[in-house]
T-cell receptor, first 114, second 118 residues
Framework: TQLLEQSPQFLSIQEGENLTVYCNSS?????LQWYRQEPGEGPVLLVT?????EVKKLKRLTFQFGDARKDSSLHITAAQPGDTGLYLC??????????????FGQGTILTVHP | GAVVSQHPSWVICKSGTSVKIECRSL??????MFWYRQFPKQSLMLMAT?????????EQGVEKDKFLINHASLTLSTLTVTSAHPEDSSFYIC??????????????FGQGTRLTVV
């Protein structure tokens, strides 16, 4: 069974601060996705990282995929209240027939105070 | 991106009744659909994987007779919660992916269904 350990589970910060969320696993994933979810809605994909060592930037968000494709991080610079939400990392299985099957981390509830 | 529509968005039902939730891929053919359950402020827990035309594969601990999954076409999967009880109240989310020449697409998520059993 593949597991993704996501930390921290809760993060409460002031507007303008920086933060990093981590996802770690002992398993190798073919790709790793980061999602943001608002209450009562489905997860919305932020980014997919595929190549070991890959770094992707999305405005104030920076995503890294570990060289061994077992871990990833999400860094937010100068957080804003609009960044508040549940952030989820999810790893896609390698091979097999269940395409698109994802293993989710526990999630990080981020609250950014004005 | 591709669109996955889930219906209904929310439903309230009486204890003992059954509820059906639909998941449709609107602009692509979904080879595989996944059903998740999510409790408040927690992550998504995979319940089952359904492939068109075959029986669903359930995760350990998920009751097959309780959560009936049907994937009769490449654009529609349904989850029926049978004889619902208050402990079945939760947020249910589906996702869909396509298989193109052995390469999977990313999973596209529906907007979720809030089930409340009273």
């Amino acid at each position: 069974t593949q597991l993704l350990e996501q930390s921290p589970q809760f993060l409460s910060i002031q507007e303008g601060e920086n933060l990093t969320v981590y996802c770690n696993s002992s398993s190798v994933f073919s790709s790793l996705q980061w999602y943001r979810q608002e209450p009562g809605e489905g997860p919305v994909l932020l980014v997919t990282v595929v190549t070991g060592g890959e770094v992707k930037k999305l405005k104030r968000l920076t995503f890294q995929f570990g060289d061994a494709r077992k871990d990833s991080s999400l860094h937010i610079t100068a957080a804003q209240p609009g960044d508040t939400g549940l952030y989820l990392c999810a790893g896609a299985s390698m091979g097999g027939t269940s395409y698109g099957k994802l293993t989710f981390g526990q999630g990080t509830i981020l609250t950014v105070h004005p | 991106g591709a669109v996955v529509s889930q219906h209904p968005s929310w439903v309230i039902c009486k204890s003992g009744t059954s509820v059906k939730i639909e998941c449709r891929s609107l602009d692509f053919q979904a080879t595989t659909m996944f059903w998740y359950r999510q409790f408040p402020k927690q992550s998504l827990m995979l319940m089952a994987t359904s492939n068109e035309g075959s029986k669903a594969t359930y995760e350990q601990g998920v009751e097959k007779d309780k959560f009936l999954i049907n994937h009769a076409s490449l654009t529609l999967s349904t989850l029926t919660v049978t004889s619902a009880h208050p402990e079945d109240s939760s947020f249910y989310i589906c996702s869909a992916s396509a298989d193109w020449w052995g390469v999977s697409t990313e999973a596209f998520f529906g907007q979720g269904t809030r089930l409340t059993v009273v």
